[in-house]
């Protein structure tokens, strides 16, 4: 069965500083991989995807995410943090295999920012 | 409309009463899901609409949970004799095939 794993519940990043979240997935193929962003409040929010191709994919409000095949990971990215970005973050993946693009998604991981 | 619609917003209910939450997905979209996603939890999903197909309601919780949907468009989930561990916010989602899925607001629905 598809599974997706965020090895960190919390983490903490000071403003301007860099932020990597990881995120594994377990699945026969290469799935369709996902990250959502949901505000304090606020539903959740795509902030980019991946179906093929490049591997390294750029997002909204200055993600990126890079897919690594050899290592069934989706870990997303950004260079500098704004204090807004504080956040919860959901990876998700989906087989869409003959149409059937059952989501599953990650517990989620929790960004503080500091100032 | 423009988005995914859910109702009620808020559901307060007594114990052992039933509740009825509605979805309404974006126009043409074919997959529909539900999710619970419990205070400072992630999402847990319940069950997952592809157009005609059988649903797969792999992820209800117990029997007293049920959902519908009429056709490609609306979505009810039925939960009976609520129970405390029942409050949660509800999610809808739709998404057309080899797409995103886009959320609703949730329903949050607290048991007393």
């Known amino acids: 069965a598809q599974s997706v794993t965020q090895p960190d519940i919390h983490i903490t990043v000071s403003e301007g500083a860099s932020l990597e979240l990881r995120c594994n997935y377990s699945y026969g193929a290469t799935p369709y991989l996902f990250w959502y962003v949901q505000s304090p409040g606020q539903g959740l929010q795509l902030l980019l995807k991946y179906f093929s191709g490049d591997t390294l994919v750029q997002g909204i409000k200055g993600f990126e995410a890079e897919f690594k095949r050899s290592q069934s990971s989706f870990n997303l990215r950004k260079p500098s943090v704004h204090w807004s970005d504080a956040a919860e973050y959901f990876c998700?993946?989906?087989?869409?295999?003959?149409?059937?693009?059952?989501?599953?998604f990650g517990a989620g991981t929790r960004l503080a920012v500091h100032p | 409309g423009a988005g995914v619609s859910q109702s009620p917003s808020n559901k307060v209910t007594e114990k052992g009463k039933d509740v009825e939450l509605r979805c309404d997905p974006i126009s043409g979209h074919t997959a529909l899901y539900w999710y619970r996603q419990r205070l400072g939890q992630g999402l847990e999903f319940l069950i997952y609409f592809q157009g005609n197909s059988a649903p797969d309601k792999s992820g209800l919780p117990s029997d007293r949970f049920s959902a519908e949907r009429t056709g490609e468009s609306v979505s009810t989930l039925t939960i009976q004799r609520t129970q405390q561990e029942d409050s949660a916010v509800y999610l809808c989602?739709?998404?057309?095939?080899?797409?995103?899925?886009?959320f609703g607001q949730g329903t949050r629905l607290t048991v007393v």
């Open positions: 998700a993946v989906a087989p869409f295999s003959g149409g059937y693009n059952k989501l599953i």
């Open positions: 989602a739709s998404s057309l095939v080899f797409s995103e899925a886009f």
